[in-house]
């Protein structure tokens, strides 16, 4: 199947740094990435809509100027953190539909746990 | 928004019995997916419903997508302990996809 590369798998950094996290399709491409948040036990919240070439699609109440947001290839798509604070540690998760044979599945990368010190 | 609820929000059970969770969504869905976390993990897809009462079948598990398309099921026969981990339900709702709360399965040996 699919296979999506989501790296670092796990970052540690001081508040107020930023933090790039990467999500790449491996052997499909992908017009569309979506990013998630995910804390401790609970569901996974959509937080925007990477379109390649152009600009994002946040969900509501998610910050833009905060999570950055970039796809600038049918392979790549990347998460900026900016001035990372404590209550941004959370795990994220990164996944693309690959339409292949005409099921629209979600492949998900493996995940980011962030933790702000 | 787009809500998509789950029930229950955890569940135990012995070994060798069965487990339902259900999803409900507050708009119609143009289909829905299952998904499988394990605790660590990431989540991996199950299955794809797509038509009004749809049913599929894989091994022990049994979806099904109600006539509303709003809501849907998984049902777990004879539970194993590889069942562990948390099912999510996610539903297309224009070109997005909105996952349920997630139900957390623990099975006790």
Known sequence: GAVVSQHPSWVICKSGTSVKIECRSLDFQATTMFWYRQFPKQSLMLMATSNEGSKATYEQGVEKDKFLINHASLTLSTLTVTSAHPEDSSFYICSAPDAGGGNEKLFFGSGTQLSVL | ?109
């Open chain 2, 1 to 109: 928004g787009q809500q998509v609820m789950q029930i229950p929000q955890y569940q135990h059970v012995q070994e060798g019995e069965d487990f339902t969770t259900y999803c409900n969504s507050s708009t119609t869905l143009s289909n829905i997916q299952w998904y499988k976390q394990r605790p660590g993990g990431h989540p991996v897809f199950l299955i794809q419903l797509v038509k009004s009462g749809e049913v599929k079948k894989q091994k022990r598990l049994t979806f099904q997508f109600g006539e509303a398309k709003k809501n849907s099921s998984l049902h777990i026969t004879a539970t194993q302990t590889t069942d562990v981990g948390t099912y999510f339900c996610a539903g297309l709702g224009g070109n997005q996809f909105y996952f349920g709360t997630g139900t957390s399965l623990t099975v006790i040996p």
